[in-house]
């Protein structure tokens, strides 16, 4: 189940946190794995741990904003591993800050990660994706990381809210696009609810600040309180369900979302 033997897949953000963790189990998976991102040494470094486990990595520098970082980490992974089969938009940034806090620069450095990172990695990965697709039994595959604030409006971070809102409603589109065009490539998202990562013990930080109180351990019980399951997310967690969707056996999947929030969009 799951299988990714022979796929090649190219990950933003994957030095660290939900990225690190999908490369990881993608190339357990049997995955030739690309990372990218733009902290360099944890680049490197999680790459150097899938080379030990026996896996077949390359780190490459890239900005999710400028098209040269994409242009060169596609061309890095097709060069190096034969072609692409699976791209995973997860770079991604949270703000925390509401309207009336929030400047134009927020606002463009939101939309310039959340939302020109998607674009521009959906578009330049497009060509190597459609080649391989030509031949996979189910085409080639995009993951692309939103969230359940995606979905459903967030007191945190309003505006963060509306670039996953745009990258749930993009993935719809670009599968029907792609499908239209008969590339073979499935897209679909995935919607997180509050995840044990750094970006995670943020939105605890942004919570204790709107409690006035700065007490990050109990805005983390309210977080925890909110996701019916009882504990939150782990990276673990959504590496899972993005391998699923790389993998064949989603392959009746495309401009679908997968949500794995422990049941937070449920009430």
Not at 212 to 241: C, K, M, Q
Request: with cysteine; hydrophobic share 45%; net charge negative.
């Amino acid at each position: 189940m799951n299988r990714l033997d022979g796929k090649v897949a190219l990950i933003s953000g994957a030095a660290r946190g939900i990225g690190a963790e999908t490369a990881r189990q993608m190339a357990r998976a049997g995955a030739k794995v690309a990372i990218g991102d733009v902290l360099d040494e944890p680049g490197r470094q999680t790459v150097r741990a899938l080379e030990q486990e026996g896996g077949e990595a390359l780190y490459a520098h890239l900005d999710v904003t400028s098209s040269d970082d994409w242009d060169n980490a596609v061309a890095q992974a097709v060069s190096r591993f034969g072609g692409l089969d699976i791209l995973v938009n997860n770079a991604g940034v949270f703000l925390g800050r509401g309207i009336e806090q929030a400047s134009l620069a927020d606002w463009q450095k939101l939309c310039g990660v959340n939302l020109t990172g998607v674009f521009l990695g959906t578009k330049i990965a497009m060509p190597a994706l459609r080649e391989r697709g030509r031949t996979s039994a189910h085409g080639s595959a995009i993951v692309n990381l939103a969230s359940v604030a995606g979905l459903v409006g967030s007191q945190l971070d309003p505006l963060y809210s509306m670039t996953k809102g745009g990258v749930t409603s993009f993935t719809k589109s670009a599968a029907l696009e792609f499908a239209r065009k008969g590339y073979r490539i499935r897209v679909n998202s995935i919607h997180p609810g509050v995840i044990e990562t750094d970006m995670g013990a943020q939105t605890f930080a942004v919570r204790a600040q709107r409690m006035d109180t700065n007490d990050v351990d109990a805005a983390r019980e309210l977080s925890l309180a909110a996701h019916p399951i009882g504990r939150l997310g782990t990276a673990a967690d959504i590496a899972s369900g993005i391998v699923f969707l790389a993998s064949d056996d989603s392959g009746f999947m495309t401009g679908a979302g997968l949500v794995v929030d422990g049941g937070y969009t449920a009430q």
